[in-house]
Structures are given as structure tokens and as C-alpha cells.
């Protein structure tokens, strides 16, 4: 079966596009490049000894996405292409709007035109806004604290109101936690532009050296050790999700949302910790005060997706720091 795979040069739709081939499926990518370099079409290359079609364009350009979805027969769509940056968002709230849910809106209306009825919708656990009661599971009220979260909560809405609208449309919306880790042949991983605002990525550039300390915020939350405790799953479990829940779904409708986490939380002050012995490098940092917006602790009840698609994170804390470990020595700068 033909897919397409959209934002499938960024971090994890790079991932998704190896296991979607690695299980038989077709992936057929679209990236802008906006938070992407074409090298890693190279590195897809390199890992799958196979190449893939590329299309560099928007979502939101009706007469590219016809093609692609004509041209390549598409019988689905994993829809990874948005801004993320949660700061930014409440900087450049009209390019988040635009780029998240009005490019996503114009999108439906092309596979509406070309007949494709499934959708796999990369959401975020920033859905459930400031959490009620932990662990989170599907049924915790939605909200959100910034724009990039409400872009997710908007297109969740808009993809049930379409499955309710036509009843042979397919939507799963998969709910991430904290993705991390690389893929363990060290040649792809994440490439965040600019300074990282994500923990992981962080702590990778500064045991590199490319950043002098990492600044922790915050020693004084309710958890184990006062830094902030989050659910982090390995990119390569995040990914085998994907393809277990098109794989269930794939001849049902409606809207069907999972959330995509280990259930285990772990600190900031955990986590240094762990990079530090899979780099071998002491990790220097700084306590700082808090950042807006953040909360104590976030961990997922992953029991929905255990029970519906049969699947579990298995990877554990050491290998999503080894892993990125291994990309970070090899491509300490990322792909240029
Ligand atoms: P990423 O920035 O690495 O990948 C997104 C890709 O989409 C980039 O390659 C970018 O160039 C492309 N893109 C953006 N807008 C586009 C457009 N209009 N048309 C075509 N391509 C476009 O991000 P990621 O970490 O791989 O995240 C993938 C998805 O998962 C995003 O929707 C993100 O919001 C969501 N998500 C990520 C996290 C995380 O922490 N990484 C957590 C929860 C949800
Ligand atoms: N942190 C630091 N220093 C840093 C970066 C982060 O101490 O330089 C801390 C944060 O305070 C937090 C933890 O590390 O306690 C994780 O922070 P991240 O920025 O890595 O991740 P968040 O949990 O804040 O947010 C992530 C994604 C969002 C997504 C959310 C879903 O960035 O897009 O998970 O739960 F919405």
C-alpha cells in the first residue's frame, strides 16, 4: 500500500518512513525543508539501501498534493508536517495557526478531492493542558496552555467533525509524549535548529561540547528530586505505534485517539544522569528558576494502545541515551 508521509525528512517522520518500509508499506514523502534538510533523504539511503520518492512542497498546495496522491495511487496519509516549537507559538501565534491547521484543513480538502480516507495525525500529550490527575489517559478533559498546543486540539476537533461528517473516514490522532533517542545505527536522529528548547537535544550538545552547561529549570517542583519529571519514549517505539495502529485500523472509520507513552516518568536531573554514563562525560549544569508554562510531572496510561493496538514501548532509558549518544558523536552538528 501506497503512503504518503508528511514532514517525512523531520525527526520522527524520518523514522516512521524506515519502519513503513521495513513493513511492507509504500512511503512516499512531502517536507518543506522548513525545519529540514534534504541530506537525510541520503541517510534513508544509506540504512534501507532503497530510495524514496520526494516532493519538496507544502501541505497546503492543492494542485502538489493532487499529484502526489494521484500519481502514487495513496491509500493513506501520516501526517507529521507542523511547526512545534511551543515558545515560538506564542511569539508567532498567526504562522502556527496557519501553518498547523489551515495548511492541515487545505490538506483534507485534497484528499477529500482525491478519494484518500485515512489519516494517521501526530498529536501531543500538550493536549491535556495542565494535568487534572497522572497518569493521563484519553479520557482527561483537553485543553492547552500555548498556541502550538491549541493547533492540536484544533485539528483533533476537526478530524472527529470530519469522521462524523463521512462515515468512511479514518482518522487516529496518536497523542506523543516526550520523543527522544535516534536510530541505532547512529546515522539519523534529531537536528534541531538554533539552540535546542528540548531537554534531550540539550543535554546531547552540551556532553559534545557544543554547549558549556545545561541550565535545569527548576529544583524546587513536587517530585523525587524538585526537577520536572516527563514521560520520554524512544523515537523507535513511537514509531512501531504508527505502524501497529494503521495496521488495526486500517480498514475502520471514525476518530481514534492514543496516547504514545512508556508510563514511566523520569527527572530532568534522571536524565542527566543517564546521559552521563552512556557518554562516559560528566554533564555540567546550572539550577535556574522555572519556565512558564511547565509543569511538575506529565506521564502517560498507556494501557488504550497496550489493550486496542497490541503494543508497548519497549525500549528503556539506557538505549533512547545510547542511541542519541551515537548520533551526537556522529553527526555532532546534524545534517547540513
Ligand atoms: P520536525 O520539525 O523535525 O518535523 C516536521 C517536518 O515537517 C519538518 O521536516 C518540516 O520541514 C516539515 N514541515 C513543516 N511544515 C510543513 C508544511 N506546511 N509542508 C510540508 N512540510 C512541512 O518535528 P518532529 O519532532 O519530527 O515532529 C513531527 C510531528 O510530531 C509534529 O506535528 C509535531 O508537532 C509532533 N510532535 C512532536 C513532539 C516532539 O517533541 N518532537 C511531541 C509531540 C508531537
Ligand atoms: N528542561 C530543562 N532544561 C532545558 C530544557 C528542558 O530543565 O534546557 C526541562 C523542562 O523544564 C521539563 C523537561 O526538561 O521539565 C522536559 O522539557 P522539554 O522541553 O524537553 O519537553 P516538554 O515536556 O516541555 O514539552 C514536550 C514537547 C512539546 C509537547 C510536550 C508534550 O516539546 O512539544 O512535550 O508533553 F507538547
Known amino acids: 500500500m501506497n503512503v504518503l508521509v508528511t514532514g517525512g525528512l523531520g525527526f520522527i517522520g524520518s523514522h516512521t518512513v524506515i519502519a513503513l518500509h521495513q ?14 534538510s534534504e541530506a537525510v533523504l541520503t541517510q534513508l539511503s544509506k540504512i534501507t539501501g532503497h530510495s524514496f520518492e520526494f516532493y519538496r512542497g507544502c501541505i497546503g498546495d492543492d494542485a502538489l498534493m493532487q499529484q502526489i496522491l494521484t500519481d502514487h495511487n495513496i491509500e493513506g496519509v501520516f501526517h507529521f508536517a507542523a511547526l512545534k516549537a511551543v515558545g515560538e507559538s506564542t511569539e508567532q501565534p498567526l504562522a502556527y495557526y496557519r501553518n498547523n491547521v489551515s495548511n492541515t484543513v487545505a ?14 495525525f501526530s ?31 484544533m485539528v483533533e476537533r476537526v478530524l472527529q467533525d470530519y469522521c462524523a461528517a463521512n462515515e468512511k473516514m479514518l482518522a487516529i490522532a496518536l497523542r506523543y509524549f516526550n520523543p527522544v533517542g535516534a536510530h541505532p545505527s547512529g546515522e539519523l536522529g534529531e537536528s534541531p535548529k538554533g539552540i535546542p528548547n528540548n531537554l534531550m537535544p540539550y543535554i546531547a550538545q552540551t556532553a559534545v561540547g557544543i554547549r558549556e552547561y ?3 529549570f527548576g529544583d524546587d517542583y513536587d517530585t523525587h528530586d524538585g526537577t520536572g ?22 480498514k475502520d472509520s471514525g476518530f481514534h485517539a492514543y496516547n504514545l ?7 530532568v536531573l534522571d536524565m542527566v544522569k543517564a546521559f552521563s554514563s552512556s557518554a562516559q562525560t560528566e554533564i555540567a549544569y546550572k539550577i535556574c528558576p522555572r519556565r512558564d508554562g511547565d509543569v511538575a510531572s506529565n506521564y502517560a496510561d498507556a494501557s488504550k494502545a497496550r489493550q486496542i493496538l497490541n503494543w508497548h514501548a519497549k525500549h528503556d532509558l539506557k538505549s533512547m541515551t545510547d542511541d542519541t549518544w551515537r548520533w551526537q558523536t556522529n553527526y555532532p552538528k546534524g545534517l547540513e
Open 23 to 36: 513493513a511492507g508499506y509504500t512511503p512516499v514523502i512531502i517536507d518543506n525543508l522548513s525545519n529540514s
Open 107 to 120: 490538506m483534507l480538502e485534497t484528499m477529500a478531492k482525491c478519494g484518500v480516507e485515512r489519516i494517521v
Open 123 to 153: 498529536s501531543s500529550a500538550t493536549v491535556y493542558g495542565d494535568p487534572q490527575y497522572l497518569p493521563l489517559d484519553e479520557k482527561h478533559p483537553i485543553s492547552s496552555t500555548n498556541p502550538y498546543g491549541w493547533t492540536k486540539v
Open 214 to 216: 545545561l541550565n535545569i
Open 229 to 250: 519529571v516527563r514521560d520520554y519514549i524512544h523515537v523507535q517505539d513511537l514509531v512501531s505505534g504508527h505502524v501497529a495502529a494503521f495496521d488495526v485500523h486500517v
Open 261 to 267: 507513552g512508556t508510563g514511566q516518568g523520569y527527572s
